[in-house]
């Protein structure tokens, strides 16, 4: 069984940054491919970045630029710093774990104008 659990959302205005963390555990966990969704309300969840066990990244063409995906192998764990934050940004963000398909619970970004 594999748990993805998402932290650092919160509140935050226009321009300002945040830093999510995407926390991965489980007897058959192993590390692949992670990446970040979010979905804003009356939205389809999109695809926001990724990232592989071999560092390789990709970017939605919106987050280019302002946001960057990392990871710490040792704590299993993906981060998303995320940059001149705008109120686009806001929703709910997702950790997936491509080899299992398994989603976190998701934390919530607002970002005030």
């Known amino acids: 069984q594999v748990q993805l659990v998402e932290s650092g959302g919160g509140l935050v205005q226009s321009g300002g940054s945040l830093r999510l963390a995407c926390a991965a555990s489980g007897s058959t966990f192993k590390f692949t491919m992670i990446g970040w969704y979010r979905q804003a309300p009356g939205n389809q969840r999109e695809f926001v970045a990724f990232i592989t066990n071999l560092r390789s990244t990709n970017y939605a063409d919106f987050v280019k630029g302002r946001f960057t995906i990392s990871t710490d192998s040792a704590k299993n764990t993906v981060y998303l710093q995320m940059n001149s934050l705008q109120p686009e940004d806001s929703g709910v963000y997702y950790c997936?774990?491509?080899?299992?398909?398994?989603w976190g619970q998701g934390t919530q970004v607002t970002v005030s104008s």
């Open positions: 997936k774990d491509y080899q299992t398909g398994h």
